[in-house]
């Protein structure tokens, strides 16, 4: 199945690492005002999801469904579990990062929720990628010369760090 992208509305000040991200056969899951992202991100919105209240509805005609302003979840988790919902496996979160404090939290929640679904999922922006990784192996790569891994939801175990020293700096 293709992976499904949810555009959030969070700034991006360069939209190069996230075009290089993409892959031809992505979803494009667009929520309210990560629409002011599509034309720069090159990415044809599959579904839009909002409560309108950050960006005016497009009438597109593509699939949209419209929210209530007063919810339990942000339109981005809302986004998350349709796209459950329809069965996909595979996540990669933009403009989830940055921007309002409260809604970059919610996204972690919402990658904590969709590892525990047992799903796999990256936010991405122009600095860092996130990922939760509970339970399989990762490497992080060689491009990454610097890295954390932090215990968001309880304790960590079996971790195994190897090969990774900062680097030596001439004096």
Known sequence: MTRCVIVGGAPMADYGRARAALRPDDFGLYCDGGLRHAQALGLKPGLIVGDFDSW????????TLTLPREKDDTDTV???????RRGFEEFLLLGTLGG???HTLANVGL?????????QALALDEFSELEIVS??????????????????????????IRNAKYPLQDA
């Open 56 to 63: 005016q509805d497009p009438h597109l005609p593509v699939e």
């Open 78 to 84: 809302f986004a998350a579990k349709e796209a459950l």
């Open 100 to 102: 309002r404090l409260d």
């Open 135 to 160: 339970r399989r192996a990762v490497t992080v790569p060689e491009r990454w010369p610097w890295f954390s891994l932090l215990s968001v939801d309880g304790p960590a175990s079996g971790v195994c």
């Open 111 to 119: 990658l904590l929720m969709l590892d525990g679904a047992g799903k």
